[in-house]
């Protein structure tokens, strides 16, 4: 595994003419998309729009941003119902405030891509990314599961979401986004009765997002694990651009080290990084990488 990198960075002009110029002559494009990719798209989890969605949540427990209340040990089912249901649809079925995923969709819809991804918020099938493209290896905020979890399966929660929010007293704006009537104060709980519970132990529902062991893989997660390992045999020996996405150093053996090293065992493949704040490469392939240390949204704007 290659790890000994040095952070360099092209000019924002030069690497964006760079990135251009393999994008166009790439036989495929490998995209590695991280949460920066869906932050630059206006999906921010503290600020404004956390105050505007979890004041109350934020006054009582004096949380500061939505990853916080998301931990927290609610003494009731109803109260963290409360609190994911808001966070689910805001950052699930609302659609994303800046056309981030649409431009990338444009980039690439026209070549032989593929998109790896650690995001949760179905942002790339909304830009209108084939769903055979797609590996999502940590979940989906769409999607409920056994929290023990007694089996493999996983249960669509658009439905039983959209209830618990508008049982707080949100409404739904033409659209899709969420709307508190003036003069109502949400409620912090949702009835006993949208409390999800496994169909088959009894036990509660949780969210299929990959926090530890007990995250569930099922027959559609091995499925698109099946599609990229036939994606990267395909292109092994290729003219392959691997696209690394706003991707950051939390969960670096997913995308960061796998891309690295990829790029090196090819010779004809292309690495290409953008990211603000941590734009970087191995030494081992500077010369075919493109590291443009830049909010990832301007640069496909620029593209």
């Given amino acids: 595994m290659l790890r000994q990198k040095r952070f360099l960075a092209d000019k924002m002009t030069d690497g964006i003419d760079r990135l251009r110029d393999a994008m166009s002559t790439a036989d495929a494009v490998l995209i590695g998309a991280g949460a920066g990719l869906s932050v630059s798209a206006g999906f921010t989890y503290a600020g404004k729009r ?84 797609l590996f999502y290896t940590q979940g989906d ?87 990229y390992a036939k994606f990267l045999r395909n292109h092994r020996e290729g003219n392959i651009l691997f696209l690394e996405a706003a991707v950051g150093f939390n969960t670096p053996g997913i995308i960061k080290y796998p891309f690295w090293q990829m790029t090196a065992e090819n010779p004809k493949a292309t690495y290409a990084c953008v990211n603000l704040g941590e734009t970087c490469a191995p030494m081992e392939i500077r010369d075919r990488s493109i590291c443009i240390n830049a909010d990832i949204g301007k640069v496909f704007e620029e593209l």
């Avoid at 927290?72 to 995923?101: C, D, F, G, Q």
């Avoid at 959209?162 to 986004?177: I, L």
């Avoid at 990959?210 to 027959?219: K, M, N, Q, Y």
């Fill in 50 to 133: 956390f105050d505007r969605y979890f004041d109350d949540f934020a006054r009582k427990y004096h949380f500061q941003d939505m990853y916080s209340g998301g931990f927290y040990p609610y003494k009731t089912l109803e109260e963290h119902w409360a609190y994911w249901s808001r966070y689910i649809y805001i950052n699930r079925y609302m659609n994303a405030p800046k056309p981030v995923y649409d431009r990338l969709y444009d980039l690439v819809k026209d070549k032989d891509y593929f998109v790896l991804t650690t995001n949760v918020d179905h942002c790339f099938q909304k830009a209108g990314f084939e769903k055979c493209r």
């Fill in 141 to 227: 905020y769409g999607l409920f599961q056994c929290s023990r979890p007694c089996h493999a399966k996983k249960y669509d929660n658009e439905s039983v979401i959209r209830k618990m929010v508008a049982a707080q007293g949100y409404r739904f704006d033409d659209d899709g986004a969420l709307v508190l009537p003036q003069g109502v104060m949400p409620q912090m709980t949702v009835p006993s009765e949208l409390v999800p519970y496994c169909p088959v132990c009894g036990e509660p529902m949780s969210m299929n997002l990959r926090a530890d062991e007990t995250f569930v893989e099922d027959e559609g997660w091995h499925l698109a694990a099946g599609q």
